[in-house]
């Protein structure tokens, strides 16, 4: 279930921490395990996980069911994060996830046909002063309009062809 | 600690210094109401239900985690504190179904009871409420999560004090939910605890499902007789029928917790199959009679048989480990009123050619205290649940637990070092672990030693001994199937001697410790049971034994209860097809809880009960029955008008301890070796005949492991039977080695 690769990974984490305390590691290990798993988490990986870190399947699923960042349904291969909390939602964050649900045919949620893209909304990233924004990847895309967000989906699809 | 003062409501009240306000607010008889804290468990703080006023504290606190400090004034009744457990208290009903109605809880509801003193009379909260989906968590525990408020007790119970961490709350926010993550079915010897903790009607009995409210029911204290520790309970009763079970609080014994099999054994009480009407064999067909005329037919029978003759050495009396003290008294009495010593109860024991003597002296609170723990031969997570509770406690305050197993099991703390062999080895490793025991302290050694061999891990094994601390040393069940059970207690002893260890016996089971305070054991001249079935005998008295299951030898067993001649007079609570083969008189005895009597824990207390239900229909108490029994024989000193008159005369007498035969044999034998093991839920008749237990996991161990070599060997795959039960190929299994869970019927006790 998981990669040596992975498991490589994840040993530095656990060696960041004291001996007997190797599930503290457990977010970065679901993270490296969830990024070569398609990105996101099945009941097995991440009783895998739990198994490789020597704790209770529970405990590593109460951590990956509590974070946003961890997925447990199939995904795109991009997904667009979008912000809903105040700032962006006072600057029409709302308006534009509807027209971005309509560009891609699919709701938030859900996989575009092509399994490309699919959009999740999120809280706060911390850059209300670029409101409204989203998160592709690592990448922040800020002052967002309709005009920027067919730029930006357009560029994603050539990019896959 | 030191001793402080803290005023509490305007009283002052002494203190130790960092104690958490709750604890002294509780001892004080303050009530505080509360959701998530639990005396026993680990404190979280969450469900905010506890808030106070401390003076000088900008907001309220929890008094569950505030730790006291000299001089504090808490207010638990004024304006700030009602209004914050009021406002609490909205916040946790908005969710909450409020069915109580239709809920189990009801009636027996932390929820409910602090709602009447807290809760507004009209809900403020108009939005929908959310719905959770129930997972199916096994055939004991009920779940409604709905009624859920994430109170997160049954998650530290398995985390803190099963081991098993199989509840834990995913999700956050609003969706956050109570539940196991895979849904075998909680897998702990002690989740029925989480019905106990659970304060809603989010986790409830099953078996007990839709069946009574709480204050219909009479709780009268009992003590459950599964294993050596006689834990304390509650016996929930309905119109003469034991309803529910719930734990009793003895921190001597069990604490606040019970295993599933004292809590859910009830369940067989009400078995269709239990034996309701004396019954007389005439001509080959079994009469329902009276029970004077069964009485009457048993005691000419005996007189025919043997007494008239005056043959009463071919006699012989047999009783199951699940008799009370009492039962066990009068049984033994009358044979050796009548001149006969061939009493027994080791039935399950494999070489009885010398005792296993070793004595307990270790209490169960000290158990915990211990600095290093070697188990050898159990499971005692399933086998003794509330002596593997200590033992785990010990491990977490940081004991060091060495195990020699026939194989590998599923402990639930860590062990140092887990040693896998085959029975016919552990008293040569033992033997080492003297001679190095010996050597370190300079003495001479006996003859028997100077050409053992020690190893690395011998050697290990006993430096954790020598070492400074506590240790105790466990002997489990397993070893009753060793042919050398008497060298290896033997042992024991000398090596606890040496290195002043505890000994803790476990290898008895149920009320075996009540059979030899009665001296239920053959006396001078007396045959012990492998020696009477040999004998083949003309008469005996078997108390509750079901011999596909109590005898090691069951096979043979049968067969020699069965020879033509014998007159048997069986008193059982439940039917069987070899008792009705094999017996001339049957009579139906009552079953736990029906009866008064003492069970005798591993610590040697006796523990009282009364009954806490009638017999049902035409059975009777085995007491009575053989007070009655020694009464038609004329038999002297049995007027007894109560079981506690029994008692008092067992208690009177001084007894003698175990004879010790010192006698120490290392020569074994070799080839396959057979260790029989009953499953945990089938260690006597009523447990067999819950429906419930049986139907989780640890009801259905039923299998016969090996490893692959052993396999070959014998020619087996996996899932060929093997001594009537599936055989699985594990390499967890020591060489030369067959583990066999024997769950139901099998043919493993006449073999090996």
Known sequence: MISNKAKKQIDIWVAKYPEGRQSSAVMEALKIVQAENDNSLTTEAIQAVADYLDMPGIAAAEVATFYENYNHKPVGKHTIRFCHNISCMLNGADDLIVYLEKKLGVKTGEVTKDSLINVKKVECLGACVGAPMFQIGDQYYENLTTDKIDEIVDGLRKKSK | ?752
């Open chain 2, 1 to 752: 600690m030191a001793k402080i003062e803290i005023e509490i409501d305007g009283k002052l009240v002494n203190a130790r210094a960092g104690e958490m306000l709750i604890a002294v607010t509780d001892r004080e008889s303050i009530s505080v109401p509360r959701f998530c804290y639990h005396k026993k468990l680990s404190i979280s703080a969450n469900c905010r239900m506890c808030l106070v006023d401390v003076e000088g504290a900008p907001k309220p606190q929890p008094a569950c985690s505030t730790p006291i400090a000299d001089g504090m004034k808490i207010h638990t009744q004024n304006e700030k504190a009602k209004a914050s457990q009021k406002a609490v208290m909205e916040f946790l009903l908005i969710n909450h179904p409020l069915d109580c109605p239709i809920c189990d809880q009801g009636g027996e509801c932390e929820l409910q009871d602090v709602a009447m003193d807290y809760g507004s009379d009209v809900s403020r909260f108009t939005e929908g409420k959310r719905i959770v989906a129930d997972s199916d968590i096994g055939a004991l525990i009920q779940t409604d999560m709905t009624r859920c408020i994430h109170c997160t007790r049954c998650v530290r119970f398995g985390a803190e004090i099963a081991g098993i961490m199989e509840m834990g709350g995913t999700g956050r926010g609003e969706d956050m939910k109570i539940e196991p993550f895979l849904t075998e079915g909680i897998q702990s010897e002690l989740s029925g605890n989480m019905i106990d903790v659970c304060p809603v009607g989010a986790l409830t009995s099953k078996p007990f499902r839709y069946e009574l409210r709480s204050w219909q029911m009479n709780s009268m204290s009992n003590i459950a007789r599964h294993d050596l520790v006689g834990s304390n309970i509650y016996t929930q009763t309905y119109k003469g029928k034991v309803k529910r079970i719930v734990a009793r609080d003895n921190d001597d014994t069990n604490e606040t917790w019970i295993s599933d099999r004292d809590r859910f054994s009830y369940e067989g009480l009400a078995h269709e199959n239990r034996l309701l009407a004396p019954q007389i064999k005439v001509e080959g067909e079994w009469k329902e009679v009276e029970w004077n005329v069964a009485l009457d037919f048993a005691t000419r029978g005996l007189g025919n048989s043997v007494l008239n003759n005056h043959q009463s050495d071919q006699l012989g009396a047999l009783a199951s480990n699940t008799a009370t003290l009492e039962e066990f008294h009068l049984l033994q009495k009358i044979l050796r009123e009548l001149g006969s010593e061939n009493i027994d109860h080791r039935l399950n024991v494999k070489n009885l050619n010398s005792p296993i003597a070793l004595d307990s002296n270790v209490k169960l609170v000290n158990l915990e205290n211990m600095d290093h723990a070697l188990i050898i031969g159990s499971y005692t997570r399933l086998e003794q649940p509330m002596v593997n509770h200590r033992l785990r406690k010990a491990s977490l305050k940081g004991a060091t637990v060495d195990v020699i197993n026939a194989m590998e099991f599923d402990f639930n703390y860590s062990i140092n070092s887990e040693n896998i062999i085959a029975p016919n080895k552990v008293v040569a490793t033992l033997a080492g672990v003297l001679k190095v025991v010996l050597e370190s302290k300079q003495q001479e050694l006996p003859d028997y030693l100077t050409s053992v061999k020690t190893d690395d891990v011998i050697t290990e094994l006993a430096e954790k001994l020598l070492a400074e601390g506590q240790s105790v040393i466990v002997l489990g069940e397993h070893v009753i199937n060793n042919d050398s059970a008497a060298s290896i207690a033997n042992l024991i002893t000398n090596i606890a001697k040496q290195t002043k260890s505890s000994t803790l016996n476990l290898s008895a089971s149920g009320n075996s410790m009540a059979a030899n305070l009665s001296g239920f054991v053959p006396g001078k001249g007396g045959l012990d049971v492998n020696a009477m079935l040999e004998s083949e005998l003309k008469a005996y008295i078997l108390l509750d034994v079901y011999p596909h299951y109590d005898f090691h030898h069951s096979i043979k067993a049968i067969d020699a209860l069965n020879k033509d001649g014998a007159f048997i007079i069986s008193l059982n609570s439940f039917k069987d097809k070899d008792v009705a083969n094999y017996s001339d008189v049957m009579l139906p005895i009552s079953c736990f809880y029906e009866t008064s009597g003492s069970h005798v824990n591993i610590e040697g207390e006796i523990q009282s009960f009364t009954a806490s239900v009638s017999a049902p229909s035409d059975t009777k108490p085995a007491w009575k029955v053989l007070k009655v029994l020694a009464d038609l024989l004329e038999l002297p000193g049995f007027h007894y008008a109560d079981s506690a008159q029994v008692t008092s005369e067992i208690t009177h007498q001084s007894h003698k301890s175990h004879v010790h035969d010192e006698n120490i044999d290392l020569t074994t034998k070799q080839g396959i070796q057979i260790i029989w093991q009953k499953s945990p839920y089938a260690v006597d008749a009523l447990s067999r005949h819950a429906i419930s237990l049986q139907a989780t996991k640890i009801g259905q161990m039923n299998s016969a492991s090996m490893n692959k070599a052993t396999a070959k060997k014998l020619e087996m795959t996996q899932g060929d039977e093997y001594l009537g039960v599936p055989a699985i190929i594990s390499e967890t299994v020591a060489n030369n080695c067959v583990f066999v869970n024997a769950n139901r019927s099998t043919q493993a006790g006449g073999q090996s």
